[in-house]
C-alpha cells in the first residue's frame, strides 16, 4: 500500500490528553506538522512558557526536544485545523449536571462545538480522530454535524475512534510505549485508508503488532470498558477492606494471596480512600447511562455499584478518622498530604480528598492541606465548586438567550426553528431537547410549550398551566417528569413528539 500523506496534524484541545499525546507524536514524527489548538488562551500561554500548565514526569523534556521544530501551540485553531490532513479531537467530554441524563450522560457540547468548527473551516478532505472519550455510536453523530455543516460538498471526512489508554502520572511513559494503540474505522476502502494512516503516523515509534484495530463502535466501547474495569477493581479491594476491619482479616494479606493468582494478577489491587481522577466515575455514570437508554437496566445497576462502592469508602474512611479522634474532630487540626488524585500528578479533578477534606470541614475540623504540585487556588476552587462543574468553562453556561428578531436568527443560530404555528416574532437558539426545555423564557414561549406538551400528551408544569394564559410567569426551569416523559416521547417518535426529536438532531 502507498504510504498516506500525512503532513500536518491539529488537534483540538491542549489539556491533559491533547498536550502529551501531540508532543509524544512530535518527538517521534520529525516529519509531520503537530499543532495544539486550545480557545484557552492561558492554557495556550503556558504550553509556549517554561511553566506548562500540567505536570507529568518526563513531559518536560519531550516539549523541549519538538517544540518549535514541528510542534506548535496556538489559539489560532481555524487556521491550523484547515490546513491539516488529521484532525485529533481532545475536548472535555464532562457529566451533564442538567437535563436529561444529568449526573450520569456524557455533555457532548465541546465535541459537537468542535466538530462545527472543523466543518466550517474544511476546504480539503480530512481524517477526524476521536481522542475524547466518547459514549458509542458518538462517530455517528458527528459524522453528521461534519456533513451538514459543510460548505463544500466535495470534501469528504472520515471518522477513526482512537481511543487514549493513558494514566495521569504515567502519561509520557504510556504514550511512548503503549501496551497497544487502538484505532477504530468504518469497512469502507476510504475508512480504511484513513484507518492506514493513523497506523502509519502511530508506526514511526510503535510497533505494528500493538497498533490494534477494531470497528468504530467497538472502539468506542473498549475505553468505557477499560476504565470500568479498571475502577471495578478499586471498588472491590474496597469493599473486602471493610470486610477485612470487622473481621480481623488484613487487607493487604488479601490482597497479596488473591494477586499471586495468574489468573487475578496483582495490579489494582492496594485498598484506598477510593478512586479519583476526571476519567473513572465519568465514565462509569455514561456506561450506565448508555445501557439504560438501551433498556439494559441491570447492566447500568451492575456498573453503578462501582461508583456507590466508591462513595461508600470516602464516607468510611472520614467516619473512621472521626471515630479514632473519640467521635469529634471539632475545631481539631488535621494535616492533609497530597491533594491530587493520585502521585506524580497535579490533577485535582473528582480527587477523594475533595470529599474527606469537605467530610471533616463538614464536622468543623480545621484542615490544613498539602500538596506541593497543586495550587492554594485550584484546592480553594475544588473545595467550593459543586460536583461535576470542576469540568465546565464559564462560558458554557449562558447558551440560552433572546434575540431581538428573526432575521437575527438566520445569521445568529446554529439551526433556527420554525416556531410560527405558535409564535411569529421570536426565534431562539436550540441546541437540544434540554436547552429546548429550559430556553423558553418568554410567556410567549411559554405559552407554545404549553400547547406543544399538552398535544404531545407531556406533563405540564403546574405553575405553567395556571399561569399561560395570563402569558406572564417567569419559566420554572426543567421538571425532572417532564424530561422522562420527554425521553419516552422521542424513543416513540411522530407527531409532536417527532418534532421535539427534530429539535435535537444536529
Ligand atoms: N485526563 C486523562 O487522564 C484522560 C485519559 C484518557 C482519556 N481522557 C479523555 O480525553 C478527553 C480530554 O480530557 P482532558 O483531561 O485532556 O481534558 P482537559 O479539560 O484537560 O482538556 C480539554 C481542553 O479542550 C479545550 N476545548 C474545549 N472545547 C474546545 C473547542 N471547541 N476548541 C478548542 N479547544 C476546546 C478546553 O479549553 C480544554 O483545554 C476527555 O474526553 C477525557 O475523558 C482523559
Not at 509520557?172 to 497506523?199: C, F, N
Not at 428573526?406 to 443560530?413: G, K, L, M, T
Not at 422522562?484 to 421535539?500: D, N, T, Y
Request: charged share 20%; net charge neutral; with cysteine.
Amino acid at each position: 500500500m502507498t504510504p498516506p500523506q500525512v503532513k500536518k496534524i491539529a488537534c483540538i484541545g491542549a489539556g491533559y490528553v491533547g498536550g502529551p499525546t501531540m508532543a509524544v507524536i512530535a518527538k517521534n514524527s520529525p516529519d509531520i506538522e503537530v499543532v495544539v489548538v486550545d480557545i484557552n488562551e492561558e492554557r495556550i500561554k503556558a504550553w509556549n512558557s517554561e511553566a506548562l500548565p500540567i505536570y507529568e514526569p518526563g513531559l518536560d523534556e519531550v516539549v523541549r526536544a519538538a517544540r518549535g521544530r514541528n510542534l506548535f501551540f496556538s489559539t489560532d485553531t481555524k487556521k491550523h485545523v484547515g490546513e491539516a490532513d488529521i484532525v485529533f479531537v481532545s475536548v472535555n467530554t464532562p457529566t451533564k449536571t442538567t437535563g436529561i441524563g444529568a449526573g450520569k450522560a456524557a455533555d457532548l457540547t465541546y465535541w459537537e462545538g468542535a466538530a462545527r468548527l472543523i466543518a466550517s473551516v474544511s476546504t480539503s478532505s480530512k481524517i477526524v480522530v476521536e481522542k475524547s472519550t466518547v459514549p458509542v455510536k458518538t462517530a455517528e453523530a458527528i459524522g453528521k454535524v461534519l456533513k451538514r455543516n459543510c460548505s463544500d460538498p466535495t470534501v469528504n471526512f472520515e471518522i477513526l475512534s482512537n481511543p487514549e489508554f493513558l494514566a495521569e502520572g504515567t502519561a509520557i511513559e504510556d504514550l511512548q510505549k503503549p501496551d497497544r494503540v487502538l484505532i477504530g474505522g468504518v469497512d469502507t476502502p476510504s475508512g480504511q485508508a484513513a484507518v492506514a494512516a493513523l497506523k502509519w503516523v502511530y508506526n514511526h515509534w510503535i510497533p505494528v503488532e500493538r497498533i490494534l484495530t477494531a470497528n468504530l463502535w467497538s472502539a468506542e466501547l473498549a475505553k468505557l470498558t477499560a476504565n470500568a474495569f479498571l475502577a471495578q477493581r478499586i471498588s472491590s479491594i474496597n469493599s473486602i477492606s471493610a470486610l477485612c476491619e470487622a473481621s480481623g482479616a488484613n487487607v493487604q494479606q488479601v490482597a497479596h494471596a488473591i494477586g499471586t493468582d495468574s489468573r487475578i494478577g496483582n495490579k489494582f489491587l492496594s485498598a484506598s480512600v477510593g478512586f479519583g481522577g476526571s476519567c473513572f466515575q465519568k465514565d462509569i455514570l455514561n456506561l450506565c447511562y448508555v445501557c439504560e437508554t438501551l433498556g439494559l437496566r441491570e447492566v447500568a445497576d451492575y456498573w453503578h455499584a462501582v461508583v456507590t462502592m466508591n462513595d461508600y469508602q470516602k464516607q468510611r474512611f472520614v467516619e473512621r478518622v472521626i471515630g479514632s479522634m473519640f467521635n469529634t474532630v471539632s475545631n481539631k487540626k488535621i494535616a492533609i498530604f497530597g491533594f491530587a488524585f493520585k502521585k506524580d500528578t497535579g490533577d485535582t479533578r473528582e480527587t477523594p480528598a475533595i470529599d474527606v477534606c469537605k467530610g471533616l470541614v463538614r464536622d468543623n475540623a480545621k484542615v490544613a492541606v498539602y500538596d506541593p504540585k497543586v495550587t492554594s487556588e485550584q484546592i480553594f476552587r475544588d473545595m467550593s465548586t459543586p460536583k461535576f462543574e470542576w469540568d465546565r468553562p464559564d462560558y458554557s453556561r449562558s447558551h440560552t438567550r433572546l434575540l431581538d428578531n428573526v432575521e437575527q436568527a438566520r445569521n445568529d443560530v446554529t439551526q433556527p426553528f420554525d416556531v410560527s404555528r405558535w409564535c411569529t416574532s421570536l426565534a431562539c437558539s436550540i441546541k437540544g431537547i434540554d436547552s429546548c426545555l429550559t430556553s423558553l423564557l418568554t410567556p410567549l414561549f411559554e405559552a407554545a410549550s404549553f400547547r406543544l406538551r399538552q398535544s404531545a400528551g407531556l406533563h405540564v408544569p403546574c405553575r405553567l398551566a395556571s399561569s399561560h394564559m395570563r402569558w406572564a410567569s417567569p419559566w420554572i426551569p426543567s421538571c425532572r417528569r417532564c424530561t422522562e416523559r420527554v425521553e419516552l416521547a422521542l424513543r416513540s417518535g411522530g407527531g409532536p413528539a417527532g418534532l421535539l426529536a427534530r429539535l435535537s438532531s444536529p
